[in-house]
């Protein structure tokens, strides 16, 4: 059974204070890991995908990375509009459409 | 671009009732999926719909049921409420066809049930 644990559950940085929330996987063969961040009262907005070991995607402060087994969202120098809840999913290959499995996120807070 | 709009935003219902929760999808985007979210249990899928069929199903008890229209519209619908029915209910649309599988899930803000 494919699976999802993000850790820590929950994290509180001070503004500027670089930190890095992780997504440990387990996939009977991975097509897609997926980044969302997901605010109070909202749906997952979509951050990056990623595809292959060793692979990177980078947007503002946030840069996610890729291994075989797990998948770091690093955070530089956060702000307190960073703060929310990021959540990982991975889809597995399969010869049809297989729906995403999430994990159930990184509760953000960044302190001005 | 419009994104994923989902209606109503909170329902409020009583035990046993029924309900039906709509969403419409980003134009051009004909994969509509539906993932129940909980603070224990986090995002669970519970089923995805192209071109009017189902093509996934989650682990849910069959008073989970859904459909898509031609337009790609889909409805969702919970039979025999129960208090642990209460949840966001999330829709999300992507492009996924199979010639598609890696685009990601754009999701809605969801609507919120209360199940009393």
Known sequence: ?112 | KAGVTQTPRYLIKTRGQQVTLSCSPISGHRSVSWYQQTPGQGLQFLFEYFSETQRNKGNFPGRFSGRQFSNSRSEMNVSTLELGDSALYLCASSLSGREKANSPLHFGNGTRLTVT
């Open chain 1, 1 to 112: 059974e494919d699976q999802v644990t993000q850790s820590p559950e929950a994290l509180r940085l001070q503004e500027g204070e670089s930190s890095s929330l992780n997504c440990s996987y387990t996939v009977s063969g991975l097509r897609g890991l997926f980044w969302y961040r997901q605010d109070p009262g909202k749906g997952p907005e979509f951050l990056f995908t990623l595809y292959s070991a060793g692979e990177e995607k980078e947007k503002e402060r946030l840069k996610a990375t890729l291994t075989k087994k797990e998948s770091f969202l690093h955070i530089t120098a956060p702000k307190p509009e960073d703060s929310a809840t990021y959540l990982c999913a991975v889809q597995a290959a399969d010869s049809g459409n297989t729906p995403l499995v999430f994990g159930k996120g990184t509760r953000l807070s960044v302190i001005a």
